[in-house]
């Protein structure tokens, strides 16, 4: 399985939004993962991070699990790799080290014999599942089922955005927006987008694994102009790409949202929800 159409992703929108993604992923389903962990005896844990970026997952999740800790960063991007090595947290939850590898690679090409010769405990990853066409989910899926770790992805979009206060124009640039999260993609097929976090739960059922979710919204406004202006700037170039009569009005519309932000009323939700998947467990809610 390969994805050679992922897009790269710019190392300063990763630190852009970084404080808006620490604040909007689920400790609830930390907690969880917590109480389930079977730490190896005189071992680490070992977690891995599928599509890595600059490593916000491991800055905002090693500190909350117990150590000590190894983890497996892996991206397409030796730069961003690179950013990611560079910021490793000094302790765990309880004042375990942390070590940390980097490789080079496809997300999707994901070998279960390289995870269980690790001994993988945890797989993660974030705002990643919208990229993933159903077949890729399906076989990130099995893998983790194979090798019987726990799987934590965050930080999935599951609605439409909400912008407040409200302008007739948002219903058009969200519906732009969406399909173009689900557009097909020669060589791969058509994109999850939004509909990624019910796929995910749906397999990790279908395959014998346990999956809870939780909310986790961005809520943006005047406190993050830059992180605001340059998630307009993305929403509307893609709506724009998937529905180019769009462009007639995006000018106006984005000056006027910029000039709203100015003022400090604008406020954006921006649904997203975790899914944490358990090899064993009582019970599930997803």
């Known amino acids: 399985m390969s994805t ?16 808006a993604d620490a604040a909007a992923r689920s400790a609830e ?19 891995w991070d599928l599509g890595c970026g600059t490593g916000a997952l491991m800055r905002w999740l090693a500190p909350l ?57 945890l797989v993660g990853a974030s705002a990643l599942l919208d990229l993933l066409t159903a077949t890729e989910l399906r076989q990130l899926v ?76 961005w809520r943006i406004g005047a406190g993050q102009p830059q992180l605001v202006t340059q998630w307009l700037l993305g929403w509307i170039e893609a709506g724009c790409a998937w529905r180019p009569a769009l462009e007639q009005s995006a000018t106006d519309y984005l000056a006027r949202r910029r000039q709203e932000l100015a003022r400090g009323t604008l406020r954006v939700t921006v649904p997203h929800i975790d899914v944490l998947a358990l090899p064993r467990s009582a019970e599930g809610r997803c």
């Open 65 to 121: 699990l117990p150590g000590p800790q190894h983890w497996v960063l892996c991206d397409r991007d030796a730069t961003l790799l690179r950013h990611a090595a560079a910021c490793v947290p000094t302790v765990t939850a309880d004042g375990g080290t942390v070590t940390v590898e980097t490789r080079v690679g496809d997300v999707a090409a994901l070998d279960p014999r390289d995870l269980r010769s690790s001994g993988a405990v």
């Open 142 to 217: 099995t893998v983790v089922r194979s090798v019987g770790c726990a799987a934590l992805f965050a930080l999935s979009v599951v609605r439409r955005p909400e912008l407040d206060p409200a302008d007739e124009r948002d219903a058009a640039f969200a519906s732009a927006f969406a399909a173009h999260q689900q557009r097909s993609v020669p060589g791969r097929g058509t994109l999850l987008g939004a509909a990624a976090p019910q796929a995910l739960c749906t397999e990790f059922r279908r395959q014998g694994m346990v999956p809870y979710s939780a909310a986790s919204p």
């Open 29 to 47: 389903l930390v907690h969880r993962l917590v109480a389930e962990l079977d730490p190896p005896a005189n071992h680490p844990l070992v977690i």
């Open 4 to 19: 050679p159409d992922l897009p790269s992703v710019d190392p300063e929108w990763l630190a852009l939004r970084a404080d």
